[in-house]
């Protein structure tokens, strides 16, 4: 696991100012969308800015958190993971404890609500990966009453079916997508093709913190109830360890899970905010999803609408990913993270397939905790973090989802070794 470069920091920033009013982190975000969606990006954001203002919105989505979804999540110490690994002392935000298994249901309820108060739209497309967008999507769509469609590789299907079988159940429609890579970015595609298609009566309801504006930050503030969260309860002394934490540590595919967390702590300069990408099998091999870690494939670029670290061959197209992680097999990042990085205030790390499987072994054995494996990348890094620090020090870790998804893979993956 290494760690990428990064640009040192020049004075104070103040992040309550990012993004701009066009959406832009620095030189990341902006939209890159065809004219006819200018109109539904202009809408979205008009209709959130007032959402987020309107005292009764706020107050009927968080009521859904408290009664439906079953926030606050709490946070478990890891006493025998932290014993097991000698340095500093564990803590993991528990986010597979939310409602559907994960913390994709922070943003589906809040997007969904939003549309259906404040839009008037009749119809919702997502794009899934792992699966667990999907179904928060599916579940806030039944909760609410919202026709819904969600776009999915066949690959990603395949090694999901479960949770294809959950969105099914829930009354959504799984549209399989066979172009590509047949994985979560060509799953995007279909879904925007959609939305451009149907854009009057349709909300495209995005599941990280990517895409064109105002995208980014709409999802950002949704899954920032898990750093709000974590931050009082971190300060707790009873079920925290009465302090802020020395570092947190999050998987980050497009990034929704770990930009929820790191957001509140931004301004707390001494508690370090790293990022774990997909290795893969290993920067070398070039089959990975570490966008920033890879010089001959990551780089500045568009897709899908926004502007970041971009995978892609010297012409510019879009290169293949991998990883065992349906929901890290992504070629983008979202722009605040490649904003921050620049900034210096975030760090990112990879942690390859192997090691993600070593930190998901652990963490079931020592815990009794059955980790997703986009989240075992945070538990695997830990393998090599923890040792380095002091056992007065505290790493809280983001466990953004459970593992029921991926026992499939799992057991293929152990009968081969």
């Avoid at 007032?50 to 009521?63: H, P, Q, R, S, T």
């Avoid at 119809?123 to 967008?133: K, P, S, Y």
């Avoid at 503030?221 to 934490?245: H, T, Y």
Wanted: aromatic share 6%; with cysteine; charged share 20%.
């Amino acid at each position: 696991m290494s760690p990428t470069t990064q640009t040192p920091p020049t004075g104070k920033i103040d992040y309550s100012a990012y993004p701009d009013e066009d959406g832009h982190f620095g030189p990341y975000g902006g939209k890159f969308v065809p004219e006819t969606l200018m109109p539904a990006l202009d809408e979205l954001e008009e209709a959130y800015l007032k959402a987020v203002n309107d005292d009764e919105f706020m107050a009927e989505l968080a009521y859904l958190q408290r009664t439906y979804v079953g926030r606050p999540t709490p946070i478990s110490y890891a006493r025998r993971l932290s014993e097991h690994l000698g340095g500093a002392q564990i803590y993991i935000k528990r986010e597979d404890l939310a409602h559907t298994g994960a913390h994709k249901i922070n943003n589906a309820l809040g997007q969904a609500l939003l549309m259906k108060r404040k839009m008037g739209k009749s119809r919702i497309v997502a794009e899934t990966g792992a699966g667990q967008h999907g179904v928060a999507t599916a579940t806030a769509a039944a909760l609410l009453g919202i026709e819904c469609v969600v776009y999915m590789g066949t690959v990603d299907m395949a090694r999901q079916e479960p949770n294809v079988f959950r969105m099914r159940l829930l009354g959504t429609e799984v549209r399989g997508v066979e172009s590509g890579s047949k994985t979560l970015k060509d799953a995007i595609n279909e879904a925007i093709r959609d939305w451009v298609t149907n854009v009057r009566t349709t909300h495209y309801l995005l599941g990280s913190a990517l895409g064109p504006h105002p995208y980014p930050v709409m999802v950002r503030d949704f899954q920032s109830v898990i750093g709000r969260e974590a931050l009082v309860q971190m300060l707790d002394e009873g079920d925290g360890p009465g302090r802020l934490p020395d570092a947190i540590v999050a998987c980050v595919g497009g990034g929704s899970n770990a930009i929820g967390i790191f957001h509140p702590f931004l301004e707390h300069e001494n508690v370090r905010l790293i990022g774990v990408e997909a290795g893969g099998r290993g920067i070398e091999s070039g089959e990975h999803a570490a966008r920033f870690a890879d010089p001959e494939l990551g780089r500045l670029g568009v897709l899908q609408g926004t502007m970041s670290y971009v995978m892609q061959d010297s012409d510019g197209q879009i290169a293949l990913t991998h990883s065992i992680s349906a929901g890290l097999d992504y070629a983008s990042v979202g722009p605040e993270h490649a904003w921050l990085r620049d900034l210096g205030r975030t760090e990112y790390f990879y942690c390859t397939d192997d090691q993600a499987m070593e930190g998901f072994e652990l963490l079931c054995e020592l815990e009794g905790i059955i980790p997703a494996l986009e989240s075992a990348h945070a538990v695997g890094h830990l393998l090599e973090l923890a040792p380095t620090m002091g056992k007065d020090e505290i790493i809280l870790v983001n466990l953004s989802g459970r593992g029921d998804k991926d026992l499939g893979t799992v057991m293929q993956e152990l009968s081969l070794q």
